[in-house]
């Protein structure tokens, strides 16, 4: 059963970068099937997409967070990455990795389980 | 992009109730169109794709419908576990964006 977990900072002072990795257990992140996404949520409020990678390396973003977000891959690691910077506390939110359908593209059928990241001094 | 906007954002309901929220999006997306439920601090689960095809495992008491920019979720015989909170979600094309959220309440 494919598994994802977030890791990184609870914790991150305004104006710096966030980081986090998401890992793929019980599967190989180097599969032309899926895109891998982020996806974060803000307390009490709803669901919004940042971003997309394949393994190949195409990654595709939210044009509001277009500016601040690179998603990397690193398939020697079966893991991908989030970068977010110039943070605010807008961006406080709990982050989720997510597993997406290459074709359609969008449609999310596994999640990790969130990660809450925290934007203050 | 396209806007999702659910109806209504809280739904009071006892087990055993029929319950059913509606998703309007901002313009046509045909039926590339999700479904999902949210326990109190845990990840979304997928529910449903394509506006009505249910995903594994997925009890038969939920169903969607819905093509164009007006679609459903039904629950019928509403159970314990069903008291969450539902996003639709629209997938015809990037940025894939979400409903607000719907909470079924315990009336």
């Known amino acids: 059963q494919l598994q994802l977990q977030e890791s990184g900072p609870g914790l991150v002072k305004p104006s710096e970068t966030l980081y986090l990795t998401c890992a793929v257990s019980?599967?190989?992140?180097?599969?032309?099937?899926?895109?891998w996404d982020w996806i974060r949520q803000a307390p009490g409020k709803g669901l919004e997409w940042i971003g997309s990678i394949h393994f190949r390396g195409s990654a595709y973003y939210n044009p509001s967070l277009q500016n601040r977000v690179t998603i990397a891959v690193d398939t020697s690691k079966n893991q991908f990455s989030l970068r977010l910077s110039s943070v605010t506390a807008a961006d406080r939110a709990v982050y989720y990795c997510v597993r997406g359908a290459e074709n359609p593209r969008g449609l999310y059928d596994r999640w990790g389980q969130g990660t809450l990241v925290t934007v203050s001094s | 992009d396209i806007q999702m906007t659910q109806s209504p954002s809280a739904l009071p309901a006892s087990a055993g109730d029929r319950v059913t929220i509606t998703c309007r999006a901002s313009?046509?997306?045909?039926?590339?169109l999700a479904w999902y439920q949210q326990m109190p601090g845990k990840a979304p689960k997928l529910l449903i794709s394509r506006a009505s095809t249910l995903d594994r495992g997925v009890p038969s008491r939920f169903s969607g419908s819905g093509s164009g920019t007006e679609f459903t979720l039904t629950i019928s015989n509403v159970q314990p576990d069903d008291f969450a909170t539902y996003y639709c979600q629209q997938y015809k094309s990037p940025p894939w964006t979400f409903g607000q959220g719907t909470k079924v309440e315990i009336k």
């Open positions: 313009q046509n997306i045909n039926t590339w």
């Open positions: 019980g599967g190989s992140i180097s599969t032309n099937d899926f895109y």
